[in-house]
T-cell receptor, first 116, second 112 residues
Framework: EAGVAQSPRYKIIEKRQSVAFWCNPISGHATLYWYQQILGQGPKLLIQFQNNGVVDDSQLPKDRFSAERLKGVDSTLKIQPAKLEDSAVYLC??????????????FGPGTRLTVL | RKEVEQDPGPFNVPEGATVAFNCTYSNSASQSFFWYRQDCRKEPKLLMSVYSSGNEDGRFTAQLNRASQYISLLIRDSKLSDSATYLCVVTPFSGGYNKLIFGAGTRLAVHP
């Protein structure tokens, strides 16, 4: 079974530029998550989708970050404009079950963003 | 106060040693508990779930104390391949949806 795919793997941009990340979850997984992991910290949830609807975006900086999952499969996360403190690894994860028990989340390899 | 707190380490231990990691969580309504492992520059992967009765998977033993809001992970007979960061993870009550709250992780380095 193919895992969670993410691209690009690495991205270097200057502050105030825009950037977009792409995620393709495991086939059939209804729930998709975007996490931000700053160096030395654990992953922090940015946004959670159930199919193509947003379940939780309470920690998403909405003035600069946006995410969509239009057809309930692939998802994109965008930052516009980027700040120095956005330098982090952006992890996408997916899960099979929609609600209820804490089923396993499977993580993609992440996109390492450096903002100069 | 952070929702999930861990000793950042690093823990430097020789092969064969027994090492224990501790974790505390602030939300008493938290429902599920896990240990994830993250190798350097890799994604987190589920190591094991943690149950109230305690559970074991080979050399790994996890314990949960709900009254103290405390989770532990014990690794026996450490191997070089155990070198990684161990992330304590809880699922808060969030309307039925699975939301993971990660600690900052404890780094383990096993040396020959």
């Amino acid at each position: 079974e193919a895992g969670v795919a993410q691209s690009p793997r690495y991205k270097i941009i200057e502050k105030r530029q825009s950037v977009a990340f792409w995620c393709n979850p495991i086939s059939g997984h209804a729930t998709l998550y975007w996490y931000q992991q700053i160096l030395g910290q654990g992953p922090k949830l940015l946004i959670q989708f159930q199919n193509n609807g947003v379940v939780d975006d309470s920690q998403l900086p909405k003035d600069r970050f946006s995410a969509e999952r239009l057809k309930g499969v692939d998802s994109t996360l965008k930052i516009q404009p980027a700040k120095l403190e956005d330098s982090a690894v952006y992890l996408c994860a997916s899960r099979h079950q929609g609600t209820g028990d804490a089923d396993t989340q499977y993580f993609g390899p992440g996109t390492r963003l450096t903002v100069l | 106060r952070k929702e999930v707190e861990q000793d950042p380490g690093p823990f430097n231990v020789p092969e064969g040693a027994t090492v224990a990691f501790n974790c505390t969580y602030s939300n008493s309504a938290s429902q599920s508990f896990f240990w994830y492992r993250q190798d350097c520059r890799k994604e987190p992967k589920l190591l094991m779930s943690v149950y109230s009765s305690g559970n074991e998977d080979g050399r790994f033993t996890a314990q949960l104390n709900r009254a103290s809001q405390y989770i532990s992970l014990l690794i026996r007979d450490s191997k070089l391949s155990d070198s990684a960061t161990y992330l304590c993870v809880v699922t808060p009550f969030s309307g039925g949806y699975n939301k993971l709250i990660f600690g900052a992780g404890t780094r383990l380095a096993v040396h020959p």
